[in-house]
């Protein structure tokens, strides 16, 4: 896919049938090119009540655009909605600029950023998936650039046949070492789910203070290691990673920070970012984090919805926004949430046991005493269940092990103290 270099674009958003969130969806856009170093020089919506399945606004629009195009000085145009091959190939005809979507913005951000072998791997698959039934449009782009290997006509049948085969070529290889990849890291994955450690998983919009709460909470909770990267700018964050977090005296859990979400993300990126999205429904527990100092219900509503769209909308969720120190106002939510700051440590108390409040619920901590004729029940707790400590009696081998009420009332006889709520 190419590179986008140092740009002057124009952001182009359809308001269609009086939708009021196009101005807003095209600041994010800006903001979008603003992090692969394209500069925005002007904005135009359109209103209309339906899309031209030639050039997705109206041709008068287009000619506007041509206007501006050589009044401005503009070298790309960015639709702010996923266009069509057909559309994007008329539209490139008629302006003789580079014209990309927001999809196309966004696997570009994704492709700078990635950096880990199985996050380059699944980005390029999402890129190649996306440039399959767009190719001539895209390969029109490369030659009037000077960039391709094509002739200025654009590329006759056969050349575009061969480019077909290649990248479905390399979207199989691609799809093969990525499963090789994923393999391994389920292996991991089974050793974390059978240790029956609760999982605690950092999920939101872009920038609003995930890796952030990550690191802040490590803090607090004395885990001694690198920072992970916070940063502001989007999508900082690409890759998963996982910390084993413990409060003094209480059981560990496992927290997860993941990919910020994205308004209007292309289903390319969802399809093939699936560890990350697989990690989110393995979790017992979702953080969904938002920002407080610039809060934005659009943002809760899209990651509520990309939640669901993945199946994760069973998940028990602690709303939790982040700034409070910058913080104007209180946002107005009709919700629960907790209100932290990540800078003063504010409200992490109350949400560490509001984490464990949510994880620990039908759990208690009991203290087993297993006699030594009876071991394979001490294999099953070893296998299926959380031990603190083992020691060695006379008669028997003491277990202080975590069980759900459910599974402990098997074990009622070997019990040798009153069971403890892990939370008070
Ligand atoms: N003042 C203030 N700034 C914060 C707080 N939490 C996060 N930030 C800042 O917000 C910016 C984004 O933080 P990140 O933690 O990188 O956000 P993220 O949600 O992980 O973002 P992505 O990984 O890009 O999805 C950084 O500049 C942080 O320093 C907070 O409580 N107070
Ligand atoms: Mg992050």
Redesign the pocket.
């Known amino acids: 896919m190419k590179k986008l270099k140092q740009d002057r674009a124009l952001l182009v958003g359809l308001n269609f049938n009086n939708e009021t969130n196009t101005e807003y969806y095209l600041n994010e856009l800006e903001k979008l090119a603003e992090a692969v170093g394209i500069k925005t020089v002007d904005k135009i919506i359109q209103n209309a009540k339906s899309i031209s399945p030639k050039f997705y606004i109206g041709s008068g629009k287009v000619l506007e655009i041509k206007h501006m195009i050589d009044i401005l000085d503009i070298s790309v145009v960015i639709f702010d909605d996923p266009l069509s091959p057909a559309q994007l190939n008329n539209l490139e005809k008629t302006l003789d600029v580079q014209v990309i979507d927001r999809s196309f913005l966004i696997l570009s951000i994704f492709a700078e950023r990635a950096r880990s072998k199985a996050s380059v791997l699944e980005v390029s698959l999402a890129q190649k998936l996306y440039m399959l039934p767009r190719l001539t449009g895209i390969t029109n782009a490369l030659s009037r650039q000077g960039g391709g290997t094509y002739n200025a006509k654009g590329p006759g049948e056969t050349k575009l046949e061969l480019d077909r085969r290649r990248i479905l070529n390399d979207i199989s290889k691609i799809k093969t070492e990525l499963e090789k990849i994923r393999a391994e890291k389920a292996t991991a994955k089974k050793q974390r789910l059978k240790n029956k450690i609760p999982i605690v998983a ?1 999920v ?13 909470l490590s803090r607090i909770l004395d885990y001694k290691d690198e920072d ?11 890759e998963t990673k996982t910390r084993r977090l413990q409060k003094n005296n209480q059981p560990p859990f496992i927290l997860i ?5 994205v308004s209007k993300l292309p289903h390319e990126l969802i399809a093939s970012f699936e560890s990350t999205l697989s990690d989110v429904l393995d979790s017992d527990l979702i953080l969904h ?1 938002a ?3 610039y809060f934005n219900q659009a943002h809760i509503d899209t990651t509520k919805m990309i939640l669901q769209n993945i199946g994760a909308s069973d998940i028990d969720r602690i709303l939790v926004l ?5 913080s104007p106002y209180t946002p107005h939510i009709n919700e629960d949430f907790i209100f ?5 440590n504010e409200n992490l108390d109350t949400l560490i046991d509001a984490i464990y409040g949510h994880i620990y619920k039908d759990m208690r901590l009991y203290l087993l005493k297993i006699p030594f004729n009876e071991s394979s029940l001490i294999t099953n707790l070893k296998n299926n269940h959380k031990i603190l400590e083992t020691s060695y009696g006379e008669d028997g081998t003491n277990l202080k092990v975590i069980l759900p009420i459910e599974v402990a009332k098997k074990y009622q006889k070997y019990q040798i103290k009153k069971d403890q709520k892990l939370i008070n």
């Open positions: 950092l939101g919009y872009t920038n609003v203070g995930k890796s952030s709460l990550m690191n802040s992970v990267f916070e940063e502001d700018m989007l999508f900082a964050t690409l920070d993941t990919v910020g979400f984090v920002d407080g100092a982040t700034k409070k120190e910058i932290v700051s990540n800078r003063t």
